[in-house]
């Protein structure tokens, strides 16, 4: 790996820990890293953005209260999306990639975070108007400074990852991808973790299989139903176990703020698929064999 491999495989998505989410308080957030801690989730993925701008915030007073030393977790964080809401006062959703914004947003996520560094930072979304001399400088100032140890990206395409690599290595890929959103198995996203080395992370792991009830969800429902019983496995890890089996060695971004879930999920690191039972789900869930 391009970044030195001490994330947690299961890491924890702060998405919804705050507004527009659970509305967890201090003393609720500060218990919920514990937990995650006491089972081996030692990653906290965040964005700038999460909350209105203010989960960051909220994550580093509860951080601060905790009693949690800073190397003992690692904090991941994103910037670049320029929202409407109370805290931005722009006039459209939009992109900024300049070398000064970076620097500002990271600096901003420092201070709300309440630490001294970034383990990872990533520009969330890709934007026609980047350059990569700029993010190059803005990486350059951050790393020579301490105050993030690696970059990557999230939500980019392959071409998109060369273009900023044509100024500054990019050490990890943030995608969605799930047995039911498996576009980044066939568009060149994993083929790229692995051959260029990047740390490869999936949001939304589990995909629409909760969410939502049709042909789809029906049919993996039923291909799972029986292989629940042969692993003695849940569904969501199942479908975990899915991803987790890939080479490209995904990190899920787990988004739930249950304890019994997240626990679960870690459990999910101890079912080894066997190869014709990975195919099966896939099968399942794209309502077809494989070309």
């Known amino acids: 790996m391009k970044t030195p491999v ?94 000064d914004y970076i620097l500002h947003s990271a600096t901003a996520s420092l201070r709300n975070l309440k630490t001294d560094y970034l383990d990872l930072l990533l520009l969330h979304r890709p934007s026609p108007l980047m350059d990569p001399e700029e993010v190059a400088a803005a990486f350059a100032a951050l790393k020579d400074s301490g105050k993030v140890k690696s970059f990557g990206v999230s939500n980019f395409t392959p071409s998109q990852i060369r273009l900023i690599e044509s100024a500054v ?19 060149g996203t994993l083929d790229d973790c692995i051959t260029s080395r990047r740390l490869a992370m999936s949001w939304s792991p589990l995909g629409a299989y909760f969410r939502d009830s049709d042909a789809r969800t029906e049919r993996i429902r039923e291909c799972i139903g029986p292989l629940t019983e042969k692993y003695g496995a849940s569904e969501s890890q199942m479908l975990l176990a899915w991803l987790l089996r890939h080479p490209a060695g995904i990190h899920p971004v787990v988004g739930t703020t249950l304890p019994e879930r997240l626990r679960e999920s870690c459990e999910a690191l101890s079912v080894e698929l066997e190869l014709e039972d990975w195919f099966s789900m896939l099968e399942a869930s794209q309502g077809h064999k494989v070309p």
């Open 6 to 99: 001490y994330y947690s495989r299961i890491i924890a998505g702060t998405m919804t820990w705050g507004q527009g989410g659970k509305r967890f308080s201090s003393a609720e957030m500060a218990g919920l890293i514990r937990a995650c801690l006491d089972m081996g989730i030692t990653t906290f993925d965040h964005a700038d953005i999460y909350g209105g701008y203010t989960t960051e915030t909220e994550f580093g007073k509860a951080f601060s209260q905790s009693g949690v030393q800073r190397d003992s977790i690692q904090l991941i964080s994103k910037c670049g999306i320029q929202y409407i809401s109370e805290a931005r006062p722009v006039r459209v959703k939009h992109y900024e990639y300049g070398a």
């Open 169 to 187: 290595p990019v050490e990890a890929h943030q995608f969605e991808c799930s047995l039911t959103a498996d576009k980044a198995l066939w568009d």
